[in-house]
T-cell receptor, first 112, second 115 residues
Framework: EDQVTQSPEALRLQEGESSSLNCSYT??????LFWYRQDPGKGPEFLFT???AGEEKEKERLKATLTKKESFLHITAPKPEDSATYLC?????????????FGTGTRLKVLA | GAGVSQSPSNKVTEKGKDVELRCDPI?????LYWYRQSLGQGLEFLIY????????KSGLPSDRFSAERTGGSVSTLTIQRTQQEDSAVYLC?????????????FGEGSRLTVL
């Protein structure tokens, strides 16, 4: 069964304290892995797409990496405005249908 | 419009009433998805439209849920005889599915509360 698991469920960091969020997955026919940011009361906002093991993407204080079984979202020197829920999703193709399977997210709180 | 638009943003209804939720995707996007997000839960897939193909309804939780997409653009999700367990945020997303990109662009969601 296709599955995405994110850890930890919640994370509290002091401003400037770097850390990593984990997304492990089991899926057949992986087409891509996506990271989204979701603020309270808003829809998820796209951050990164990763397609193959070894690939890395960066945006400001965020860096996403991918292996054959998991992805990490590294947050370097976070600021309070980085507080949000971070969602991971995998895209798989089944019988010609493009499906996206989401994890339950990591709630990040960065304290000033 | 510039992004995915959903309406209403909030809907409070009584148990047993029908509700309609609307999604206006990004112009030119051929793929449209509906998801449900309950408190503390991940995004639950409901239904997927791709161009003129038959929709993938495999995620609809019961026959009280239905959706249509008119003219390959606007979509309406209908929930009949609402139950309290239907309370959630209903998110719509669209995708161009051109090239390899495939990322979903989400609306702000419709928060449904069933009393």
């Amino acid at each position: 069964e296709d599955q995405v698991t994110q850890s930890p469920e919640a994370l509290r960091l002091q401003e400037g304290e770097s850390s990593s969020l984990n997304c492990s997955y089991t899926v057949s026919g992986l087409r891509g892995l996506f990271w989204y940011r979701q603020d309270p009361g808003k829809g998820p906002e796209f951050l990164f797409t990763l397609y193959s093991a070894g690939e890395e993407k960066e945006k400001e204080r965020l860096k996403a990496t991918l292996t054959k079984k998991e992805s990490f979202l590294h947050i370097t020197a976070p600021k309070p405005e980085d507080s949000a829920t971070y969602l991971c999703a995998v895209q798989a193709v089944t019988s010609g249908t493009y499906k996206y399977i989401f994890g339950t997210g990591t709630r990040l709180k960065v304290l000033a | 419009g510039a992004g995915v638009s959903q309406s209403p943003s909030n809907k409070v209804t009584e148990k047993g009433k029908d509700v309609e939720l609307r999604c206006d995707p990004i112009s030119g996007h051929t793929a449209l998805y509906w998801y449900r997000q309950s408190l503390g839960q991940g995004l639950e897939f409901l239904i997927y439209f791709q161009g003129n193909s038959a929709p993938d309804k495999s995620g609809l939780p019961s026959d009280r849920f239905s959706a249509e997409r008119t003219g390959g653009s606007v979509s309406t999700l209908t929930i009949q005889r609402t139950q309290q367990e239907d309370s959630a945020v209903y998110l719509c997303a669209s995708s161009s599915r051109t090239g390899r990109t495939g990322e979903l662009f989400f609306g702000e969601g419709s928060r449904l509360t069933v009393l």
